[in-house]
């Protein structure tokens, strides 16, 4: 597979991969026609000639640039593998302790997405969440390429995942309300 040749190792990190610095600033654009490239270069097709074993190369590749891709693309999966390359890997299974301001905001946000009467009053508390997590993002951006700090950082993310998985709440919840 000598097209493959130029390409980084299977095992180097995502950004090595894809030719880009290690930072949480990343261009979308630039990611994905860094993808594209990639994926031209180790589609299965281009080695149909070269054999099962060649074509077997090509599919590892392929599946190793879909990967890197989607962990790079999304910018909370992103600064969690940042945060592993930089050493403090995010640990949400084992670490789930989060300040108690940031606590208090949930559970007021809990509450008032339990009493919002209407989808005017979910869709304006999606509004509040989704600009504290932009803020959050933010703040991520400044641990990582700025100051940094990749525990700070970690424990950021540890808290993006909580807001995540209230922003799913919260879509559900619209979704519902919509098929009534």
Sequence with gaps: MNAMSTLPQLTDND???????ERQALGRAQLDERRRML??????????????AAQRVAMQW???VNEAHAR?????KR?????????????????????AAFLARQMAW????????DAVA????????AR?????????????????????????????????RFREDIARRLEAMDAH
């Design 15 to 21: 950004f090595v991969l894809f030719g880009l610095p």
């Design 39 to 52: 994926q031209a270069e180790v589609h299965p097709d281009r080695f149909a000639a070269a054999g099962p």
């Design 62 to 64: 392929a599946v190793r």
């Design 72 to 76: 790079l693309k999304d910018p909370l």
């Design 79 to 99: 600064a969690a593998y940042l945060c592993e390359l930089r050493g403090a890997p995010v640990q949400a299974e084992s670490n789930t302790s989060m300040p």
């Design 110 to 117: 809990r509450e008032a997405l339990e009493e919002a009467a």
């Design 122 to 129: 979910v869709a304006a508390l999606d509004d509040e969440v």
């Design 132 to 164: 504290d997590e932009r803020a959050g993002l933010a703040r991520l951006e400044h641990l990582l390429d700025e100051a940094g700090d990749a525990a700070a950082a970690a424990a950021e993310v540890r808290a993006l995942m909580f807001v995540a």
